[in-house]
């Protein structure tokens, strides 16, 4: 029984007796029998003797069990006392995460980045790839060399963009701003903006403060499309430099994220129904229709660029002998990423007329969106043979 062991109503003798840590190492390991006597009774002489005057109340009040059973093993980790690797590797686990972590680590949201998610964050005009990558931002989620030397990782934690002397450490703060190479992206980007690497705002609050300075501009739509993909592209850059050996191309970066800022704000007037000749060229006549179609076609849906855009569609359907059905069907990319998805329930009298029916509706509603150019695929032979 060690003194820190809770088996006092709740309380352990450390905690009766205002012991230290330093004073609980030195005391010995005891049993409870050491504290009775051969009947099973307490032993108050021994009790205050060993425990204390301040200990010997709350002991007396515990009732002695008056069948003498064998004593048992019991796991205080888990609710019936059985051992599990699981409850063993969780405490151990998080003893060690709790003497390193720091309060950046127990609370990955800070209070402004926490409050620019829930009311700014998903209604930016950019596409939803790029608002998670910023709530990955704010949350710290990001693999970076900084949050590898936390958790001991064999990492070489050095920034690979700069190659800087002394080495820097790669943090989000050191990537996306501090970096030589990052202040140069900025300053040549459409932004203009003078990163200081000696700044010492955390990267989250640097990164939130700029959207809200944006909205006081009447394009806050194009400006803040090229803010976020500036940091995009510096995230993707140093994955290319980091798993690619990827040189860094300062000119094929600045290209990229302008491309992309423009289609991206291009993208966002379409969904909003508005015409996009007032102040950006259609991309269908521009080199940024490739980079559109590759990167968002699940924002496209119903514009004219759907019309050129070839998908895939895979569709299933299933049926029971009361002629329930359900059908469901998704859309993908050249690339095969799904970006549209359904399904439904209905009546059918047999699998194959069930069959036909999720691929009728698949198909209806690619056209309904605008597509024209499909490719369907189908588990059903007799689908197959037909066409």
């Avoid at 949050?147 to 050191?174: G, I, M, V, Y």
């Avoid at 549209?340 to 069959?355: G, M, P, R, T, V």
Wanted: neutral net charge.
């Amino acid at each position: 029984m060690d003194w820190r062991d809770k088996w006092i109503h709740g309380c352990s003798l450390a905690q009766l007796t205002n012991l230290s840590n330093a004073a609980v190492v030195s005391k010995p390991r005891l049993q409870v029998s050491t504290l009775q006597d051969s009947d099973g009774t307490w032993n108050s002489d021994m009790i205050v003797q060993i425990c204390g005057n301040e200990a010997l109340p709350f002991i007396l009040s515990i009732a002695t069990p008056s069948v003498d059973d064998a004593d048992e093993l019991y796991w205080k980790l888990t609710g019936n006392g059985q051992y599990s690797s699981n409850s063993a590797y969780a405490f151990a686990f998080s003893n060690l995460w709790s003497s390193r972590a720091t309060i950046k680590d127990r609370f990955r949201f800070s209070i402004q980045s926490k409050d620019f998610c829930k009311k700014e964050l998903w209604s930016l005009p950019i596409n939803n790839k790029w608002k998670i990558f910023l709530w990955k931002i704010f949350s710290n989620s990001l693999s970076c060399g900084e949050e590898a030397l936390k958790r001991d990782l064999s990492w070489n934690f050095q920034c690979l963009t700069c190659n800087s002397d002394p080495p820097s450490t790669e943090s989000l703060c050191h990537i996306f701003r501090d970096c030589p190479f990052a202040a140069r992206i900025w300053f040549a980007s459409p932004l203009g903006i003078r990163s200081c690497s000696g700044d010492t705002i955390p990267i989250q609050q640097w990164i939130i403060n700029w959207p809200r300075f944006f909205k006081k501009n009447d394009n806050f739509a194009s400006t803040i499309s090229a803010f976020v993909s500036s940091l995009w592209h510096l995230w993707c850059l140093r994955n290319q430099i980091r798993f690619h050996d990827s040189p860094a191309n300062l000119d094929g970066t600045l290209r990229l994220i302008n491309t992309d800022a423009i289609n991206n704000s291009w993208a966002n007037t379409q969904l909003q129904g508005q015409s996009s000749s007032q102040s950006l060229v259609d991309p269908e006549e521009c080199h940024g229709a490739s980079t559109i179609i590759n990167h968002y076609p699940y924002m496209l849906m119903g514009s004219k660029l759907c019309m050129s855009l070839s998908i895939r569609i895979k569709c299933d359907a299933t049926w029971k002998s009361n002629y329930k059905a359900t059908w469901g069907w998704y859309f993908q990319d050249h690339s095969g990423s799904i970006f549209h998805f359904d399904n439904s329930s209905f009546w059918a009298k047999s699998a194959l007329q069930a069959e036909a029916m999720a691929l009728k509706a698949a198909i209806m509603d690619a056209t309904s969106q605008g597509f024209r150019h499909l490719d369907i695929a189908s588990d059903c032979l007799n689908l197959s043979l037909g066409a």
